[in-house]
């Protein structure tokens, strides 16, 4: 559980909870002298240590996690060339609101902003407005207020009152901070569910759940489950007929988490941005295929009415007039530094070589999971550098849980999870491809399926598991 709480349930005796041996030379230069108990772990240690002591207790504790590299469950950069990270490690100490202070990082920041822009054929790039964020879940809620907000105003005369009740439209398969955001600010959350093969938003079915209280749909360019794109283009234009049929005028949010980082370069000529007059904002990860280290986000508006001003806050006392949209106040600038780095490094030309290798990557480890028989592909990696594959019909000695067990005795994470309404009958395995996992990778990862399913296919009997628990999904 991500939510950490005290060890309430077995304080920790005074003097050390659970105990690390503390390696005679860790302690100090003289390994006699060294320490003779081992700091405690859940509360406050009386004393000072030596910050090589401390170093090396953190250090080996944090052996124990997987590598990051072989964790294909992460949609989250693992990789970033030298030079990007000695450019963070230079910035490590600027807070990104102290805009008057560090007036080069704020203009790094408006840069990435306008080739965002850009990148997204907004109508006028210098028009648009945007910002950094933490990552697309703090991009998601900002772009979630602005619409709710837009659709507060427009209906002043009757917001707030117990019939007027926001709702936002989009796939039951969107990301849980979308969740998130419909509890946090009391939006119903009105999801188009999965059908038979279709694994995202249907746009007949979102356009019908419309009505005079929904602030906006939200369309995913890739979805988290499956890395297919939802048909962005078809939904607005079932929003379009039906304004014309009802007069109801409804934005489209695109989350491009990942896709909005891919599509631009991979597949130029699908329209899903402000190209689409209804795609009143978009968000990306910039940690994600924006390829820097954790943790930026982007968020973007195709103008300012996108964006109610009202919004945006002003604070003077850092020096200057300086307007926000954030949810936190204080936040790295070494990460919005690296974003900058890496678009002005690669370029558009270097931008699509580093997709489509990651899309060549997934397209081949798909097929390579296709030609084994004990698995069915449900995407291919062909749009988002993502596939989904479950066991086939006649495997029954094993099933998705068992492979991702087996994977991860070798190293490699790969999570295995249930699909939502309607289609929680459904478990699969997920590979998320990113810059980095080289062909070589690849090849030693299809390697160890294969060693994997040798044994689970002469399993004696069928496992028997909780089906519903999900190992490692980034969901
Ligand atoms: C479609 C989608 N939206 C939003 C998010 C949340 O992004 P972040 O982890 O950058 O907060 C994700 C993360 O996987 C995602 O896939």
Redesign the pocket.
């Known amino acids: 559980m991500a939510l950490h709480r005290g060890n309430s349930e077995s304080p920790a005796p005074r003097g050390g909870g659970r105990r690390l041996a503390v390696n005679p030379f860790y302690g100090a230069t003289n390994p006699a002298a060294g320490m003779t108990e081992a700091p405690p772990t859940h509360r406050l240690p009386d004393s000072p240590m030596a910050p090589s002591t401390a170093y090396q207790l953190v250090h080996d504790e944090l052996m124990l996690d997987g590598n990051s590299r072989l964790n294909l469950a992460t949609?989250?950069t693992t990789w970033m060339e030298p030079e990007a990270a000695v450019l963070m490690a230079e910035c490590r100490d600027k807070n990104m609101i102290d805009k008057d202070e560090y007036p080069r990082t704020a203009e790094l920041e408006r840069r990435c902003v306008s080739m965002l822009a850009d990148l997204w054929n907004a109508p006028d790039p210098s028009a648009a407005v945007g910002c950094s964020t933490t990552?697309?879940?703090?991009a998601?809620m900002l772009a979630g207020l602005a619409l709710k907000r837009r659709w507060a105003s427009r209906n002043a005369d009757r917001y707030p009152s117990p019939q007027a009740r926001p709702n936002l439209v989009m796939g039951v398969n969107?990301?849980v901070?979308w969740e998130k955001f419909c509890t946090f600010w009391e939006v119903e959350a009105r999801l188009v569910p999965m059908e038979g093969e279709r694994f995202h938003l249907d746009p007949q079915v979102a356009a019908e759940l419309c009505d005079e209280n929904t602030i906006g749909v939200v369309g995913?360019l890739g979805?988290?489950f499956d890395g297919s794109y939802e048909p962005i283009a078809d939904l607005c234009a079932a929003l379009d007929a039906l304004q014309e049929r009802t007069g109801l005028d409804v934005p489209v949010h695109v989350?491009g988490?990942?896709g909005a980082m891919v599509a631009p370069f991979l597949d130029e000529d699908l329209v899903w941005d402000f190209r689409l007059p209804r795609v009143a904002s978009i968000n990306t990860?910039g940690?994600?295929y924006g390829l820097v280290y954790p943790?930026v986000?982007w968020a973007l508006w195709r103008d300012k009415e996108a964006l109610p001003e009202e919004l945006v806050f002003r604070v003077n006392y850092l020096g200057g007039d300086m307007p926000t949209f954030a949810l936190n106040f204080s936040r790295p600038g070494a990460q919005v530094v690296a974003q900058y780095y890496t678009l002005l490094r690669l370029g558009r030309d270097g931008f699509r070589a580093v997709q489509q290798a990651a899309r060549d990557v997934a397209g081949r480890v798909a097929k390579a999971m296709e030609e084994l028989d004990d698995f069915r592909l449900l995407t291919r990696g062909d749009q988002l550098p993502v596939f989904a594959f479950t066991t086939a019909a006649d495997v029954t000695r094993f099933d998705v849980f068992d492979v991702s067990r087996r994977l991860r005795e070798a190293g490699w994470l790969v999570p295995a999870y249930t699909f939502p309404p309607n289609r929680e009958d459904l478990s699969v395995l997920r590979v998320v491809c990113r810059n980095g996992f080289s062909e070589d990778l690849a090849d030693l990862f299809i390697d160890d399926v294969r060693r994997s399913l040798e044994d689970l296919r002469r399993q004696p009997h069928p496992l028997t598991h909780d089906r519903g628990a999900a190992t490692g999904f980034?969901h």
């Open positions: 949609f989250v990552g697309s879940s703090e998601c969107v990301q901070c995913i979805s988290t989350d988490a990942s990860s940690h994600k943790g986000g980034h």
